[in-house]
Nanobody, 116 residues
Framework: QVLLVESGGGLVQAGESLRLSCAAS????????MGWYRQAPGKEREMVAI???????NYADFVKGRFAISRDNAKNTVYLQMYSLKPEDTAVYYC??????????WGKGTLVTVSS
């Protein structure tokens, strides 16, 4: 399996920025999409942003204009740059990788806490 390890989470104040990283255990050249999902306490996991191997990006409406996803296949890493963080962004953020034929892999998550 592809192992995914997230990092970069932490405690920040509202309005500040944070950058999350997801490192894959193998080359991401053969991974179609990589993305970020989040899950807040008491809520279901939701998509935040995804990016294909060709650089096509898709964002959830609630983060458009604030978050940016990028992918560096040379480093087997996907990033999520988050600006203007809000308390409602507080959640565990998970990295997801999907192969071209649909097999999915998940990381264990990194916690982002945004204080008022």
């Amino acid at each position: 399996q592809v192992l995914l390890v997230e990092s970069g989470g932490g405690l920040v104040q509202a309005g500040e920025s944070l950058r999350l990283s997801c490192a894959a255990s193998e080359s991401t050249f053969n991974i179609n999409t990589m993305g970020w999902y989040r899950q807040a306490p008491g809520k279901e996991r939701e998509m935040v942003a995804i990016i294909t191997n060709n650089g096509v990006r898709n964002y959830a409406d609630f983060v458009k204009g604030r978050f940016a996803i990028s992918r560096d296949n040379a480093k087997n890493t996907v990033y999520l740059q988050m600006y203007s963080l809000k308390p409602e962004d507080t959640a565990v953020y998970y990295c997801k990788a999907t192969r071209y034929y649909g097999l999915e892999y998940w990381g264990k998550g990194t916690l982002v806490t945004v204080s008022s």
